[in-house]
């Protein structure tokens, strides 16, 4: 006999109490997906191949990622123990905090702030502990280092933070570490990294070697439009990262992930290009937004911010009636991707209409 609630079984009541992930919805054929940060750009014809050409899809993947750690360790002038590869950077951010945060404990990061943060110590029952951003959008650094306590095991920094924008600075980021107990794991989540334009903002190679507490994570996903093939990277002490690996899934890392990520490191200088072409596209956005009356916030990723509060869900829903899909924080804001060229005109479009219809 089920329970109650409709369950054959019992779940424990931290699970049952959390929402699980939500993927960005498809768009229709005519019109855009701006709800995941994905990017536009098909991959390079170089890539493509490589990936194409790892079909022994009968025999498992090189689990240490043994290429891949070594070019990863030449590009950022560390050991190859020091380089961390898994299924996406969310599941080393899995990892770490699974190895970091037992029942009881807390581990702790700014909201809103990446949707699967409050997911991330379920496996292990530890407490996930939320800080307010500032009024602009940014993360309250002090606020932060006030909330660490005798059972903060982790603190996760995501600049530029997903879904606002803003950029973790440089001189922010060592006033916090400052702050923050020696033996507490940091965590850099620069999954978006390579969009950022500001001189000032905090930079996880330039730093981790000051602090052994400090992990870096990076991904394949955006700049290198990599998202369907899962994989990402962390950069830090190896120790912290033999941590990591030990609550990793055996096996998950495909040799086609390993392969696409060598060949776009091959061709940065073609993915320059694009990310360029980006963050051009991101500039207009913003600009055209704020032109008929938004209020956008300041971003260094692949995405703009509206903070619009209680109107966040009616907003998105507007879109999507009209075939684009966007990415509502209800009570917060918005988050658009900067998706095609063709895409931006027809966001402005309804974003007027929407102000115009909705907004007294």
């Known amino acids: 006999m089920s329970s109650p609630d409709g369950l054959p079984i019992k779940l424990r ?40 050409n790892a079909s022994s899809f009968n025999r498992y993947g090189d ?21 961390h590869i898994a299924s996406g950077s969310v599941a080393i951010l899995y990892q770490l905090v699974h190895a970091t945060a037992a029942a009881g404990d807390e581990y ?17 029952g530890a407490k996930a502990v939320t800080v307010g951003l500032t009024s602009d959008y940014r993360h309250d650094l002090d606020a932060m280092a006030d909330a660490v306590t005798d059972r903060t095991r982790a603190i996760l920094l995501c600049s530029p ?14 006033s916090f570490m400052e702050r923050v107990p020696k033996d507490v794991l940091v965590v850099l989540d620069e999954a978006y990294r390579e969009f950022v334009v500001a001189p000032d903002a905090i930079k996880g190679e330039d730093v981790i070697a000051n602090y052994p507490q400090v992990v ?25 990262l033999n941590g990591a690996r030990a609550t990793g899934i055996p096996l998950s890392l495909t040799a086609a992930a390993q392969a696409g990520a060598l060949a776009s490191l091959d061709a940065e200088a073609e993915l320059q290009e694009r990310i360029r072409h980006i963050v051009d596209l991101r500039t207009e956005l913003s600009t055209r937004l704020h032109e008929i009356g938004y209020t956008v916030a300041d971003t260094e990723g692949n995405f703009v911010w509206l903070g619009l509060g209680d109107r966040a869900v009616d907003f998105a829903d507007f879109f999507a009636r009209n075939g684009v899909v966007v990415r509502p924080f209800a009570g917060y804001g918005v988050r658009i991707s900067v998706g095609e060229t063709e895409s931006i005109p027809r966001v402005i479009e309804l974003a007027s209409r929407f102000k115009s219809e909705h907004v007294s």
Do not use: C
């Not at 768009?27 to 194409?52: H, I, T, W, Y």
């Not at 933070?161 to 922010?172: F, L, S, Y």
């Open 13 to 52: 009541s931290e699970v049952a109490a959390v929402t699980p992930y939500r993927q960005g919805v498809q768009a229709p054929d005519d019109g855009f997906k701006l709800s995941s940060n994905e990017n536009p750009f098909e991959p390079l014809p170089s890539v493509l191949e490589r990936v194409q």
């Open 63 to 83: 689990a240490s990622a043994l290429e891949l750690r070594e070019k990863l360790a030449a590009k950022f002038g560390v050991g190859i123990g020091e380089v």
């Open 108 to 124: 702790m990061f700014a909201w809103p702030s990446f949707e699967a943060y409050p997911m991330l110590g379920l496996a292990s």
């Open 161 to 174: 933070n997903n879904p606002t924008g803003p950029a973790i600075t440089t001189a922010e980021f060592h």
């Open 216 to 240: 870096l994570l990076r991904t394949f996903s955006k700049a290198y439009g990599l998202a369907g093939l899962r994989i990402g990277f962390a950069i830090g002490n190896e120790q912290i």
